[in-house]
């Protein structure tokens, strides 16, 4: 005869599959919660190490630019007094004086202007029929900040650092300065213009000879009031912060500043004064 199963046997059987679930439950419950606080303490991590970052570039822009408005102070000189001339008179013709006897004198001769000679011109000028440019040499002393506002994001092409708006890691070969729409962009040392192009990533952006292999490269900007080889000075208006591209719509209005040695980006940080 067969033994029919105890119903206490079959509630046994049950509670321990039941037991069994639940520690499963447990178990990837309490792993769930692990990898949860492991991203959240990377996250935490990136954001400090960024943070670090920004105070580190603001209080070295701090510094040179106090270096900068150090060397530039100079004792201004102001005028007294303007001195004016005795005679009122001495812009007026010459007087005519009279003899006692009422003999009315000449007036003195003048003397006839003397032809000018002819002036040589430059034999660059008669061949071409243009003045001839300006030969370009770079000076990294000369070198002023194109913007007064934050970096916000440094040039970094040895290792990557968080883009915000794209919300991943990447190399970044220019310096990202803060700023607020139609903000002047300066010219940081004279040079040749040698691009105005549009791009997705920069928008209007404006290519500088500097002369010697270096090129100055303004990016995210308007109004842009130059044209293609035309020379400008240091301290002339390249144009005018525009709204910021789809690219850093959350670090804002910004100018996109680049530095290149014989095409390859270097860092700006190690010439602007």
């Not at 549009?198 to 490269?217: H, I």
Request: proline share 6%; net charge negative; with cysteine.
């Amino acid at each position: 005869m067969k033994r029919k199963k105890s119903p206490v046997s079959f509630f046994k059987q049950k509670s321990y599959l039941l037991a069994m679930v639940l520690m499963l439950a447990a178990v990837f419950g309490m792993m769930g919660v692990y990898f949860s606080e492991q991203r959240q303490a990377q996250k935490e991590e990136r954001q400090q190490a960024e943070l670090l970052q920004q105070q580190e570039a603001q209080e070295k822009l701090a510094q040179q630019k106090q270096k900068a408005q150090e060397k530039k102070k100079e004792p201004s000189r102001e005028v007294d007094a303007v001195i004016l001339p005795e005679n009122k008179d001495f812009l007026d013709s010459p007087e005519v004086i009279s003899s006692k006897d009422n003999i009315i004198a000449e007036a003195p001769e003048t003397e006839e202007p003397k032809a000018e000679e002819p002036k040589t011109e430059d034999p660059e000028v008669q061949e071409t029929g243009a003045p001839p440019q300006p030969e370009l040499h770079f000076d990294a002393a000369d070198l002023g900040w194109p913007l007064s506002g934050n970096v916000i994001m440094n040039y970094s092409m040895d290792q990557t650092i968080y883009f915000a708006t794209l919300d991943q890691y990447k190399y970044n070969p220019a310096l990202i300065i803060q700023g607020n729409v139609n903000d002047k962009v300066l010219a940081v040392t004279a040079g040749k213009v040698e691009q105005i192009a549009t791009n997705e990533e920069t928008g209007c952006t404006v290519t500088v000879d500097l002369g010697d292999g270096y090129q100055a490269v303004y990016g995210q900007l308007k109004e842009v009031p130059l044209e293609e080889g035309e020379w400008v000075a240091s301290g002339d208006i390249i144009g005018y912060v525009s709204e910021p591209t789809k690219y850093y719509s959350v670090e804002g209005a910004n100018l996109y500043f680049q530095l290149l040695k014989d095409g390859q980006s270097v860092d700006p940080m190690e010439y602007l004064q």
